[in-house]
Nanobody, 127 residues
Framework: QVQLVESGGGLVQAGGSLRLSCATSGVIFSMYSMGWFRQAPAESGKEREFVAGVGRSDDNTYYADSVKGRFTISRDNAKNTVYLQMNRLKPEDTAVYFC?????????????????WGQGTQVTVSS
């Protein structure tokens, strides 16, 4: 049974930092590419959007323009965990953050490319 469990969300003031973690089980983690997506509040009208992704190699990463230079994705294959370090947070970063996994080599940016999803963790940034 595949499980992805996010943690590390919370309430933070604008300009602050959070580190999200996503612990995986039931897959050979080193053979999977991982991604972080976020879903803004319903009233925003936004769909779930790609935030950051990492391929099998830790140095193969890609970021949405909105987070580039502020967020960093990394993976620890020994711990079967992917991280998202979020710095200089803004109110518009408020969302539920999901991690996702797909067996592959590259960075994948579309929701439909991912096979497994976590339940999400809430991040709220106050102004």
């Amino acid at each position: 049974q595949v499980q992805l469990v996010e943690s590390g969300g919370g309430l933070v003031q604008a300009g602050g930092s959070l580190r999200l973690s996503c612990a995986t089980s039931g897959v050979i983690f080193s053979m999977y590419s991982m991604g972080w997506f976020r879903q803004a509040p319903a009233e925003s009208g936004k769909e779930r959007e790609f935030v950051a992704g990492v391929g099998r190699s830790d140095d193969n990463t890609y970021y949405a323009d909105s987070v580039k230079g502020r967020f960093t994705i990394s993976r620890d294959n020994a711990k079967n965990t992917v991280y998202l370090q979020m710095n200089r947070l803004k109110p518009e970063d408020t969302a539920v953050y999901f991690c996702a996994a797909v067996r592959g080599y590259y960075v994948y940016t579309r929701r439909t490319e991912y096979d497994y999803w976590g339940q999400g963790t809430q991040v709220t940034v106050s102004s």
